[in-house]
């Protein structure tokens, strides 16, 4: 009889904190006599019979502390097929039965799928088709209601406060106003934490639409009081009241969230007459080494991943509950958005330290 398998990919955006997962969830298998199966590219990889590799512990050394995932990833492919109505998308019947052969012809006793929304969404139809799996949620966005925690978000954070530092000094020396434009989608999390950490004084969420009007007049209020330069962070899916949310093409005619950040700029120069500087972080909050928090709870939610395969718990997503990884169901954690609570007690210390949300 062929040696049981455990199969895992990492599929959509990468984030910091993926290799540690697949660190731990080598050890994890290795512990159980198992052997862990790495799928190259995402969910493709369980299309083709040579896009794997077996992760044992001489590939797996040495990874944690690297950025970007050992599989790589993509965040499209044959898995998704546009449907209508409730059934949006759905995964093409060739495509579920080909990887009906990989888990045969590999014993694959079950599947770790490593993923934001999207990717979670094809485990759980997957799951539905009566495969084994389990989802490990990732994003640097933080915006999954089912967990109260993704890994990926305090390297992201930690890159908005580290950028805020450098970016102070000299808009301080020239007395400018500096417009800092980060990720995070339709959720505040990364401008709210990272702007808190780096001292920001205008923070800019999409949860609290904001006027340029307002602020104008922080800036220039700040100004009067002798401050010598004015920070400010914006999520790229913050919107002025009564506006719509930013949108850029890129050369594939793909349209992506971003450009507010120049938008804003644009308005509080000609409100103000200041000088005003745009700095898009971009893909940097995405990249390079994961934080230790961001390495620990990427070594959790390994071991607890394949802990649920071993107990047979498929259909369930590992989450993180009050400082303790435990298990729910998938299909609480799709579709399911966590955003910034307006009225919540960040917001109020926020606000306590004198951040203006421009509202
Ligand atoms: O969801 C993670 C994220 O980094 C978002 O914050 C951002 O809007 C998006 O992915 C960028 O995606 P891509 O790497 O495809 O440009």
Redesign the pocket.
């Known amino acids: 009889m062929d040696r049981k398998r455990i199969g895992i990919l990492t599929s959509?955006?990468d984030?910091p904190g993926l290799n540690a997962v697949l660190r731990a969830a080598s050890r994890a298998s290795e512990k159980l006599g198992w052997e862990l199966v790495g799928f190259q590219d995402g969910f493709e990889g369980l299309l083709s019979t040579t896009d794997h590799m077996i992760l044992d512990r001489r590939i797996t050394t040495g990874i944690m502390h690297l950025g970007g995932t050992l599989l790589g990833t993509v965040?499209k492919g044959q898995f998704i097929s546009r449907g209508s109505g409730r059934q949006a998308s759905f995964i093409p019947a060739e495509v579920l039965g080909k990887t009906r052969q990989t888990f045969q012809s590999l014993n694959l006793q079950g599947l770790i799928v490593v993923g934001?929304d999207g990717s979670l969404n094809i485990a759980l139809q997957m799951h539905q088709a009566g495969l084994p799996v389990i989802g490990v949620p990732k994003?640097?966005?933080n915006d999954l209601e089912a967990t109260d925690m993704t890994f990926g978000f305090d390297s992201a954070v930690e890159c908005v406060a580290s950028s805020l530092d450098r970016l102070h000094t000299t808009a301080t020396s020239h007395k400018r106003v500096m417009v800092i434009e980060v990720?995070?989608?339709h959720a505040g999390w990364?401008a709210l934490h990272g702007g808190l950490a780096g001292g920001a004084d205008i923070i800019l969420i999409p949860e609290i639409p904001f006027e340029f009007s307002q602020v104008a007049a922080e800036v220039l209020r700040r100004e009067r009081e002798g401050a010598k330069c004015t920070m400010v962070v914006i999520a790229?899916g913050a919107k002025p009241k009564d506006g719509r949310v930013s949108r850029l093409q890129n050369a594939n005619g793909e349209n992506?969230?971003g450009g507010i950040g120049e938008i804003v700029s644009r308005e509080i120069g000609n409100r103000t007459g200041k000088e005003v500087r745009t700095c898009v972080l971009g893909?940097l909050?995405?990249g390079g080494a994961p934080t230790m928090l961001d390495r620990i709870l990427g070594t959790r939610f390994g071991i607890k991943a394949v802990q649920l395969i071993a107990e047979g718990n498929f259909g369930s997503m590992v989450s993180y509950r009050n400082h303790a990884t435990c298990a729910v169901p998938i299909s609480d954690a799709v579709h399911k958005m966590r955003r910034v609570d307006p009225r919540g007690q960040l917001v109020e210390h926020a606000r306590a330290v004198e951040i203006s949300f421009g509202d």
């Open positions: 959509g955006g984030c965040n934001g994003t640097i966005d990720m995070g989608r990364i790229e992506r969230l893909h909050q995405r």
